[in-house]
């Protein structure tokens, strides 16, 4: 009847969604963030959207960048890095995410879009060395997304994406190999709603890819 309709509607109002796009650098998911954003801003008008990223620009995330541009060799550093990342990724969600996920405008429906997350701490770290069962128990107790993007693309177009800038110690062929197989590893390996995304194709088409996806969940 009409009265459960609207309690069903109101339901699915309050259900804020979490959104993450990861992925080997140069997969295009920072273009994808970018995108979406844009698409749900136009979509409906009763959408907040949160945009943000790993690592932050909080005082762990600046000591990240620092080591990543400072460091030469891709496999040092790996449980200083995974630590850093664990207390940046700490610090965002008590910070940033879930104060916007708890937003309860019933007439609103808050939305984050996040540039990386604990995806990439597993495949990186994992590439490594570190053990990929104890970074998942390391990161365990962090919110789930409710659907989260792993954009996969070889890493010789990768790396061609971006030549045009300064490389970090991760930004390598063999170890970029490495990682792809540690994110595509992933579905099997967690509970999350994983969606693998071919992001070798033309940008507006892996665009097309994640629209349909996130548009299900909105439907």
């Keep these: 009847n009409k009265f459960n309709k609207q309690i069903k509607i109101n339901s699915i109002m309050k259900k804020n969604l979490f959104i993450v796009a990861d992925g080997i650098d140069g997969s295009g998911k920072s273009e994808i963030v970018k995108m979406l954003h844009n698409y749900l801003f136009s979509k409906q008008k009763n959408y907040r959207i949160l945009t943000t990223r790993e690592p932050t620009n909080g005082k762990y995330g600046k000591l990240i960048r620092e080591m990543l541009k400072k460091e030469n060799n891709p496999k040092s550093s790996s449980k200083k890095l995974m630590d850093l990342f664990i207390k940046d990724r700490e610090e965002h969600l008590k910070n940033i995410i879930e104060p916007f996920l708890k937003k309860n405008d019933k007439n609103e429906l808050n939305i984050v879009l996040c540039d990386r997350y604990y995806y990439s701490t597993i495949a990186f770290q994992g590439a490594q060395g570190l053990k990929l069962k104890d970074l998942i128990i390391e990161n365990k107790g ?50 999350d709603n994983i969606k693998i995304i071919d992001s070798s194709k033309p940008l507006k088409n892996v665009f097309e890819d994640v629209r349909k996806e996130v548009d299900v969940i909105l439907d």
């Design 142 to 191: 962090f919110r789930k997304p409710d659907i989260a993007f792993i954009l996969d693309v070889e890493p010789s177009i990768a790396l061609k994406r971006i030549e045009y800038r300064a490389k970090e110690k991760f930004e390598k062929l063999d170890f970029m190999k490495k990682i792809r197989q540690k994110f595509l590893q992933l579905p099997k390996l967690l509970e």
